[in-house]
């Protein structure tokens, strides 16, 4: 067995004993559940990395867990600090995207799955945005500024696989999905009223969210590592 498979086996065991958990109504459990996937998935980049992380991957990770932290709290700050970690996150993301990635290049045949991807994700945006729930209605700014960093980082996850198509832009774009569904499905357990299935989503796609990312930063660093030898 590689020395990286146990982080990797204990992360998705995390995820199935969450999904487990959220179904069972088991909450407490599945909190303890949770708090394993981020350490799990972090210990696997670093072992399959060779013990290689940047700064930008390290602070990544490190508001990641603060994120997840303050999600897992039961106090009164809990909900703005987990996005104002998370909005770091995200922006550390696009900063990571912009200066890893050739800039785009449009296609005449790129324009009609572009355009289709712009108003997906502006309809995304206007519509989530709407859902003024009294928590986000105190830091209405706060969301909005965040739903506007993660549709830019869509854009560019998106875009970038349109236009490219390679496995690498495919993990991006799987990230970003499961970023926006995780957030999308936080706003309406915010605004809805108490549903298992509302949480399993948010859940899960929140703990896919940071295997896609570490499955990223490693074929990033791969894709790099290639180019050097070419």
Known sequence: ??????????FFLALLCTIIFDC???????VYAKAIVLPAIFFYFLISSNYKIGKTEAFIFFFCFVGQVFDLMEVEVSKIGAVLSFLLVYM?????????HKRIKLRRKDILPVFIVVVFIIYLLISVLSLQ????????????????????????SFVSYITKGTHI???MSLM???YIFSDI?????????FSVVLVLIRDI?????YYFMAEYFLEKTKTGKRIIIQ
Request: no cysteine.
């Open 1 to 10: 067995m590689k020395a990286n498979k146990p982080s990797l086996i204990l």
């Open 24 to 30: 069972t109504g088991q909450d407490f459990l599945a």
């Open 92 to 100: 550390l993301l696009l900063r990571f995207f912009i200066v890893n």
């Open 133 to 156: 729930s009294d928590s986000i209605k105190k830091f209405n700014f706060i969301y909005t500024f965040y739903g506007i960093v993660l549709s830019i980082l869509s854009y560019f």
């Open 169 to 171: 832009t495919l993990l």
């Open 176 to 178: 970003a999905i499961s």
């Open 185 to 193: 499905f936080y706003i309406f357990n915010e605004y809805f009223s």
């Open 205 to 209: 796609t929140q703990i896919l969210a």
